[in-house]
């Protein structure tokens, strides 16, 4: 069965961080473009930071650059999250989704929801104090 599982959300206080993983199973993530996205309540999905298939290339969007960083172990089949500074505003359902496009150069993938063929179910991610 083809799935991604994501984990590691929970309650954080501002200023600190949590690490999201996004689990494979049926299928090898190295040959996939993967994506995080994140959803609060009222608002659109939307893209937080994605990585390549092909040379482990990142992108971020600017309101998460410099505290947020994406990377990949193939070995795991599993890709992270890694959040710091975390801020209020950052409170969300965060998703990992897997795009096996390469019709686009990496950035269009935080915004091309449409590409993504598999998502995950979602973990949640509160900042509060």
């Known amino acids: 069965q083809v799935q991604l599982v994501e984990s590691g959300g929970g309650l954080v206080k501002p200023g600190g961080s949590l690490k999201l993983s996004c689990a494979a199973s049926g299928f090898a993530l190295d040959n996939y473009v993967i994506g995080w996205f994140r959803q609060s309540p009222g608002k659109e999905r939307e893209g937080v930071s994605c990585?390549?298939?092909?040379?482990?290339?990142?992108y971020y969007a600017d309101s998460v650059k410099g505290r947020f960083t994406i990377s990949r172990d193939n070995a795991k089949n599993t890709v992270y999250l890694q959040m710091h500074s975390l801020k209020p505003e950052a409170t969300a359902v965060y998703y990992c989704?897997?795009?096996?496009?390469?019709?686009?150069?990496?950035?269009?993938?935080?915004?091309?929801?449409?590409?993504?063929?598999?998502w995950g179910q979602g973990t949640q991610v509160t900042v509060s104090s």
């Open positions: 989704a897997a795009t096996d496009s390469l019709d686009y150069t990496l950035r269009h993938y935080l915004r091309l929801l449409r590409e993504y063929r598999i």
């Open positions: 990585i390549s298939s092909t040379d482990d290339s990142t």
